[in-house]
């Protein structure tokens, strides 16, 4: 089929809207609540709006873009001045009840309506009515996300994660008109709705109405205060992320930058993440043959994604016997940190501070549950995620792209193998995991170190390991999403899984995804391919890619914990859940209300 795009002709298929032929022939329009990644084109900010003249038809048209389908013979236009003078319009309008408190907002310069305000040459505001967005929600409830509606464009893309990519649905759309809001199901707080604190919401909002709650502060505080030790650590899929905050390029490790950065800042200690990883793999495969030889709660599920925990606690809670109780990297570093490092460097434990850099927004709840404080103090004590820390860096003038390298320097809880950096991917958690098991169980490594049948990004990945004559054939099942892992859930639940070891990982492409990471303007994961190969080119090059032959980790276990499952591990590294799951009885009348505002 073929039409014309101001002028030009286009070639273009049937069900193809205007806006996928004008991206596809060079033609930019600006956007707002359109997203392409997720097949969401509601059409609500009116900005996209074209000039069209169908053939046969002597009258123009102003249409939206993104929802009027390309048509044989069409004419559109993107700059004519009615065209610009309306965009401009609407983008007024949008202001008019948006708070614009911009130099306070987290998304300030990183803003898409600060962008296409700029793009339609929008040079004042004739509009400003507070009194419209100042009675919208605010709610500081989640530990994980604020919501700020007075910020809210009204895009929709929120809803469409959380109930298509997630099946969480824990935003919904109520009222109408200007009171329209999103709105959390049953109008709780956050944090006690069914929200799991992935932050997936965050990644898609075009502006500051969904923030990671900031802690940076709370990270300056601990830092600059002389009276205490700080102690950082670094997840693994924040080092392949990290760099796009700085235009480096994607994917690009940037550990050894980050290490200086920390220093720069006045760290005392930067440790790795990684490092608790492989001690995750030597406690939880440790648990899994345990459960496997003795007829245990199977299938287990890892425990290291604070998004899925939460998720089994307030949908599945009868099913939290299946998680691993061995505690997350993030956890088992604090532990170890204000416990056997606190030894070895002949520090007071009572003035070590655990800062940890994620890139989850989950992780910030996961750090405040009761089972990870002891003695009154909490194992991990500040969380920020990887946005934050590129905040902070360039509050403290710092430009990572310009620094110098630096190598970890603490001789006790730094030095990692591959199969801990690909804890970053989904399918990396179990990967390193059967790295592990089958040379416990057989006495040998694996032919083959990378197990490619886990790898790849289909929502739902299978494979069985051979364990020996004692324990046969394992079948092992990789999740990501929590959509797909409440289908998993649901054949458990019937019996109809032949599952022994299950990875669910809550965001899409496992930690690399995560809603700490930064974003891609108009894309979702728009660099998740480039992410994920940091990751594997990192356990790549690793001289040990086995967690049970980092020798930091045997010393570890020889110093003080002697051994996996042992008394020491289960009082420092092992956890316990619990039923969060909300009853509710609805009242015919309060259901009637929920259908009226969703029609």
Known sequence: MIGTINGK????????????????NGHFIPTLCELADLDHTPGTCRVCLVDIKRRNDVNHRIVTSCTTPMEEGMAVLTRTPKVRQMQRLQ???LLADHNQDCASCVRHGNCELQDVAQFVGLE???????????RRTRDYSSPSVVRDMSKCIRCFRCVKVCREIQGIDAL????????????VRDHLPLNESDCISCGQCILVCPVGALAGRNNIEDAMDLIYNPELITVVQFAPAVRTAMGEEFNMAKGENVEAK????LKRLGVDVVLDTNFAADLVIMEEGSELLHRLKNKGTLPMFTSCC?????FVEKNYPEMTPNISTTSS????????????LAEKMDLDPDRIRVISIMPCTAKK????????QRNGRPDVDVVLTTREFSRLLKREGLDLAKLEDSQFDNPWMTDYSGAAVIFGNTGGVMEAAVRTVHKLVTGNELDAVEYTDLRGDALRREATVDLGPALGEVKLAVVHTLKEARRLMDEIKSGNSPYGFVEVMACPGGCQGGGGQPRSKHSYHGTARERSQGIYNIDKNRTIRQSHNNPMIKRLYADFLKKPLGHKSHELLHTTYRDRRRRINHSMHEIWKEIEERS
Do not use: H
Request: glycine content about 6%.
């Open 172 to 183: 919904v759309i109520t009222q109408k008109g200007l009171e329209t809001e999103i709105s």
């Open 329 to 340: 990297p993030q956890q088992c570093l604090g532990a170890m940190a204000k416990t056997y």
């Open 9 to 24: 002709k286009v070639e273009f298929s049937k069900d193809q809207t205007v806006l996928e032929v004008a991206r596809a």
């Open 306 to 310: 604070p998004g899925w925990v939460n």
């Open 124 to 134: 004042q505001t004739r509009y400003n009515y507070p009194e419209f967005y100042e």
């Open 365 to 372: 709840g996961e750090a405040q549950r009761p089972e990870f």
């Open 91 to 93: 983008v007024e309008l």
């Open 258 to 261: 980050m290490i200086t950065a």
